[in-house]
């Protein structure tokens, strides 16, 4: 297995445009991914706001929205487990977010792609991803339950 890569999918019992909304409204994606967002995501644009997990709400969320393909692919440049409000991780190569759908027989296939660890500094590389790699697994879960239950 790459310490550099985290790739994980899951099919979902909704529609592609069920699931692009979910994945690309600021406060659908909030909802799931637990995060209260500033404003909309624009392409090429900073995404700020704080992350409202228990225990995390002192986190600032922080990305910059790379591309937005509709219904297709929608990806971000992020600080993985950039948890501790004392430490600026601006000056660290952020990871690049890639989220693919296509259209299945019962929904959609939604595919996360989280690359580039191996720029994160040597100290806290292996904890960032052990991080992602469970927080994906979680948040693959969280948006199920969510384009499920929410029309």
Excluded: C
């Amino acid at each position: 297995m790459s310490n550099d890569r985290i790739e994980k999918q899951i099919e979902l019992k909704a529609p592609v445009s069920r699931v692009w909304r979910a994945l690309t409204d600021h406060r659908e994606f909030g909802e799931w991914f637990r995060v209260k967002i500033d404003g909309p995501f624009v392409s090429g644009q900073t995404s700020t706001g704080h992350m409202t997990y228990p225990g995390y709400e002192h986190v600032q969320w922080n990305s910059v929205i790379k591309e937005i393909q509709p219904e297709r692919y929608f990806s971000f440049n992020w600080h993985p487990a950039a948890i501790d409000p004392a430490i600026d991780y601006s000056t660290e190569t952020p990871t690049l977010v890639e989220f693919t759908l296509e259209e299945t027989k019962i929904g959609t296939l939604l595919r996360v792609v989280e690359s580039g660890f191996e720029n994160i500094p040597s100290d806290r590389r292996l904890e960032a991803f052990r991080m992602d790699e469970g927080g994906w697994e979680s948040q693959l879960e969280n948006i199920e339950n969510y384009v499920t239950n929410t029309p």
